[in-house]
Structure formats: structure tokens, C-alpha cells
């Protein structure tokens, strides 16, 4: 897997999530291209990335979740 840069912009730059897709352009491709060439199609594989970011996504938001209510719970105790 080739190496994936490091942000060189700051956490809160308007364009930082571009910067990370540029950043994961050539290891998006080099798994696109394994997963084909193992037999996948690109649409197959393209919906399982999206399928996973987004599972992903929901665990990260159902962890930050369980810590504000920790968080919580310990303020009221």
C-alpha cells in the first residue's frame, strides 16, 4: 500500500477533507484495483468501501454518543 501523506493543513481548514481524499487517492486505487482483479467489480467494490465508511461512521457517532452520556452521568452523581 503506498504511504498516505500527513495533513498539512489545520484541524479546522474549510478544504482538510479534500486534503484527505487527495491524501487517500493511490491507496483507494491500489485497492480498487486488487479487489478487481481478484474478481469484483468496480461498483461492487466502490459500494462496499461506502458501505463501510458509512458503518464506520455510525460506530464512531454511537461512541461519541456513550461518552457525552458517561460524561453526563458523571456530573450528575
Known sequence: MPDIA???VTDDDPD???RC???LQAAFR???SAATLAGWSEREVALAI???ADKHLLSLETHDNTDALIALLRRMT
Do not use: S
Open 6 to 8: 500527513r495533513p498539512f
Open 16 to 18: 482538510r477533507d479534500i
Open 21 to 23: 481524499q487527495d491524501a
Open 30 to 32: 491500489e485497492l480498487l
Open 50 to 52: 461506502a458501505e463501510l
